[in-house]
């Protein structure tokens, strides 16, 4: 079956410390992954896709296909980055995305 | 461009009633998508629509939830009887689709629907 884990609902740290948002997946196939975000009370956003390759906000992902893992890493983490961060996946179809259930990251200072 | 345009943004009801939750996606977007998210269950796909079809509507949870797209512009969600446990933000989402590969979807800022 597909499914996207994401294991820690919460994940709180100080500000310049770094940040592990971890995202765990299964799926028969060549999956297309991505990390939504959504701050406070704006509307659920793309953050990045793993074909990108790029960089985002200082944000970084990996896709590992031998531990089927797609992990949110920033080095320094700043306060604006606290929100909710969803990891998904997109299905056989190729559109349709199935998401984690989120984790939140709540940095202070 | 205002995005995806959800309406009503909270909805309030009892049981049994209908409620009937609104969707303009972005103009020239040809896929649509409705989620529903809740603490337990997180977001969850319910049905998506490609060029006004439905493609898959293996999310929707029983024969209470129904969902149109009469046109490109245009989509509803419907629930008919409503149950407290349909309490959720209802969000909706458009992109540029095809079926064959992924484009970034854009979401709405959703409705949040409470049923007494």
């Known amino acids: 079956a597909q499914r996207v884990t994401q294991p820690e609902k919460l994940l709180s740290v100080f500000k310049g410390a770094p940040v592990e948002l971890k995202c765990n997946y299964s799926?028969?196939?060549?999956?297309?992954l991505f990390w939504y975000v959504q701050y406070s009370r704006q509307r659920l956003q793309l953050l990045l896709r793993?074909?990108s390759r790029e960089s985002i906000k200082g944000f970084t992902a990996d896709l590992n296909k031998g531990e089927t893992s797609f992990h949110l890493k920033k080095p320094f983490a700043q306060e604006e980055d606290s929100a909710m961060y969803y990891c998904?996946?997109?299905?056989?179809?190729?559109?349709?995305?199935?998401f984690g259930k989120g984790t939140t990251l709540s940095v202070s200072s | 461009d205002a995005g995806v345009i959800q309406s009503p943004r909270h909805e309030v009801t009892e049981m049994g009633q209908e409620v009937t939750l609104r969707c303009k996606p972005i103009?020239?977007?040809?896929?649509l998508f409705w989620y529903r998210q809740t603490m337990m269950r997180g977001l969850e796909l319910l049905i998506y629509?490609?060029?006004?079809?439905?493609?898959?509507d293996s999310g929707m949870p029983e024969d209470r939830f129904s969902a149109k797209m009469p046109n490109a512009s245009f989509s509803t969600l419907k629930i008919q009887p409503s149950e407290p446990r349909d309490s959720a933000v209802y969000f909706c989402?458009?992109?540029?689709?095809?079926?064959?590969?992924?484009?970034?979807?854009?979401f709405g800022p959703g409705t949040r629907l409470t049923v007494l």
């Open positions: 989402a458009s992109s540029r689709g095809s079926l064959s590969s992924y484009n970034e979807q854009f």
């Open positions: 799926y028969s196939g060549s999956p297309e």
């Open positions: 793993h074909i």
């Open positions: 998904a996946l997109s299905n056989q179809a190729g559109t349709a995305l199935i």
């Open positions: 103009s020239g977007h040809n896929s």
């Open positions: 629509f490609n060029n006004n079809v439905p493609i898959d």
